[in-house]
Nanobody, 121 residues
Framework: EVQLQASGGGLVQAGGSLRFSCAAS????????IGWFRQAPGKEREGVSC????????YYGDSVKGRFTISSDNAKNTVYLQMNSLKPEDTAVYYC??????????????WGQGTQVTVSS
C-alpha cells in the first residue's frame, strides 16, 4: 500500500518560515514525482511544487517561485519543502501527493493527509 506521511505546518507570522517533509512508502520512490498541493477556503486546489525523484526535474507554482524550495533525499524516500518569506495568502491546507509515473505533470494518484498552514499578518 502506498503511503505518504507528511509533517510540518503550523502557525507563523508573515515573513517567517516553515518546513514540510513527506515520507513515502509502498512504492519505488525514484520511479515517481512527489510534491505539494494546497487549497484555501473558497479557492480551488493549486499545485505548489513538485520534484521528480527519477530525474530531479522541479516545478514551482508562480505564486511561490523564489520563496519555496523543494528537495528530495532518495535514500530516505523523503521530499522536503522549505517555505520562506511566507505571506498571509499562503494560508491553506497543504497536501503531499505522488504521481503514478515519473512525469511531474501527473496524474497524482497517491495523496497524504492535509496539513494546515496559517500565516498571520
Amino acid at each position: 500500500e502506498v503511503q505518504l506521511q507528511a509533517s510540518g505546518g503550523g502557525l507563523v507570522q508573515a515573513g517567517g518560515s516553515l518546513r514540510f517533509s513527506c515520507a513515502a512508502s509502498g512504492f519505488t520512490f525514484d520511479d515517481h514525482a512527489i510534491g505539494w498541493f494546497r487549497q484555501a477556503p473558497g479557492k480551488e486546489r493549486e499545485g505548489v511544487s513538485c520534484i521528480s525523484a527519477n530525474n530531479g526535474k522541479i516545478y514551482y507554482g508562480d505564486s511561490v517561485k523564489g520563496r519555496f524550495t523543494i528537495s528530495s533525499d532518495n535514500a530516505k524516500n523523503t521530499v522536503y519543502l522549505q517555505m520562506n518569506s511566507l505571506k498571509p495568502e499562503d494560508t491553506a491546507v497543504y497536501y503531499c501527493a505522488a504521481t503514478s509515473g515519473t512525469v511531474i505533470r501527473g496524474p497524482f494518484d497517491y495523496w497524504g493527509q492535509g496539513t494546515q498552514v496559517t500565516v498571520s499578518s
